[in-house]
């Protein structure tokens, strides 16, 4: 991937460069645009680095539209890298429209196609890399957070591309890997945040924060798998609050009976604040207040998403979906033939929900990626809208210190609601994982 740094100096002294197998293209977009200025400076920046580097920009902000004039201003052979089916079948769709006399190879998803443009998934990328390293002079990195990983990060490293280009909407990965994408991809060259465009180019939003109480008997059963977890937890003297203590309680708990009850007392722990019985009465609540707009309803985990499908008898989306039966629901949900659909991590990213203008976070990781992606959701802007997401916190739990770490960093405030009165708790002890 050192290429581009080593081919200036090496030029005049080849006889003939044989290394690039990529060509020179006409793209030329056949489609309208109509660019926001955020998008033509973010284009520009781009372009003003010798076409190294990431576009920061929230969901719903035109990030892909960036990548395809991107490809269109370095007229060379592109692979466009996606998390996700979904978000491959928007490229190719995308890639088509605008430059009809090219065909759109893919890679990933049963097809092994590549093309002089094409769309490619992270896991067929990397796979393929060691021979399609030489065959493209641009690499567009669509939620280029996950380049960095042990796996994923050879298709940067195995390829010569002089021109690379990464899309997020949050970059930033608890394992500060995100440090690595300067000499993967680029410098950051643009950065925008959803606050700056609300009610310009996004859906004007707010965000509100929802209380609610473990019932008593919740409550008792919560503080006594605490009690255990910690227990073991302070016996070995090791701590949640990092990455490292949590590998390390997951090593310990294998090892032991003992550990294994306390990795069970951890996980009951975190199934009843996640389900509670109060947070499906604030659903209710909730969705009641929004009968005519439409809704997508956030889990952490399948077993929640599941309760909320069979008590509200809403439609469910989980990884376990199949593929039609997942269309179909999209489908229908964007007709209004369905007001609300539930998910479980599957609409994170990837998913275009544009006629969603409410969402409700019933549970959720402290990752900001992840609650900016969801956010991102509901804020396709559109006449009229206005969107709202709430989230459902169980209060005098881990969760609530869970919401305030995937706030850091983000700029966005809330508002906060009690939908039920006040329960006298007792603090959570050691163990903040």
Excluded at 74 to 94: G, K
Excluded at 130 to 138: A, E, K, N, S, V
Excluded at 314 to 331: A, D, G, N, V, Y
Aim: hydrophobic residues 40%.
């Amino acid at each position: 991937m050192s290429y581009p740094d080593i081919i200036p100096t090496l030029r005049g002294r080849l006889g003939r460069n044989t290394a690039p197998r990529y060509h020179k293209l006409s793209l030329e977009p056949r489609l309208t645009l109509d660019l926001y200025p955020h998008q033509k400076e973010a284009l520009e920046r781009w372009k003003a680095a010798r076409g190294r580097g990431l576009v920061v920009l929230p969901t719903g902000a035109g990030k892909t539209l960036v990548g395809m004039l991107a490809a269109a201003w370095a007229a060379r052979s592109s692979l466009v890298v996606v998390p996700t089916l979904d978000l491959m079948h928007q490229w190719y769709a995308l890639l088509r429209a605008a430059f009809p006399e090219i065909e759109v190879g893919l890679i990933g998803g049963g097809y092994h196609e590549p093309l002089d443009l094409t769309v490619a998934t992270y896991d067929s990328a990397a796979r393929h890399m060691d021979r399609l390293g030489d065959r493209y002079g641009l690499l567009i990195f669509d939620e280029v957070h996950h380049l960095p990983s042990e796996f994923y990060r050879a298709i940067a490293e195995f390829s010569l591309a002089p021109y690379r280009l990464g899309l997020t909407a949050t970059p930033e990965r608890t394992d500060g890997r995100h440090e690595d994408l300067l000499s993967l991809v680029g410098p950051l060259v643009y950065r925008r945040e959803a606050v700056e465009l609300a009610g310009e180019v996004l859906a004007p939003y707010r965000v509100q924060r929802v209380y609610v109480d473990l019932s008593h008997k919740e409550r008792e059963a919560y503080e006594q798998a605490l009690e255990e977890r910690n227990h073991f937890l302070q016996s070995h003297n090791v701590s949640l609050s990092t990455l490292e203590g949590w590998n390390l309680f997951v090593k310990l708990s294998a090892r032991s009976e003992q550990g294994r009850r306390a990795m069970r007392a951890h996980r009951e722990a975190r199934r009843i604040a996640y389900a509670t019985a109060s947070k499906l009465r604030a659903l209710e609540a909730l969705l009641a207040a929004h009968p005519q707009e439409r809704t997508v309803i956030f889990t952490e985990d399948n077993a929640t998403a599941y309760e909320v499908s069979t008590r509200f008898l809403i439609p469910c989306l989980t990884h376990k979906t199949r593929i039609k039966e997942r269309q179909e629901m999209l489908e229908r949900f964007k007709a209004g033939l369905y007001m609300a659909i539930v998910a479980s991590k599957v609409l994170n990213e990837g998913v275009d929900v544009p006629e969603a203008s409410v969402g409700v976070v019933l549970s959720g990781s402290s990752v900001a990626r992840e609650f900016v992606q969801r956010l991102g959701r509901l804020l396709r802007r559109s006449e009229g809208k206005r969107a709202v997401l709430y989230e459902v916190v169980a209060r005098a739990t881990r969760e609530e210190r869970v919401a305030e770490r995937r706030r850091q960093g983000v700029g966005v405030d809330s508002l906060q609601l009690d939908l039920l009165p006040d329960a006298p708790t007792r603090g959570e002890g050691r163990g903040e994982g």
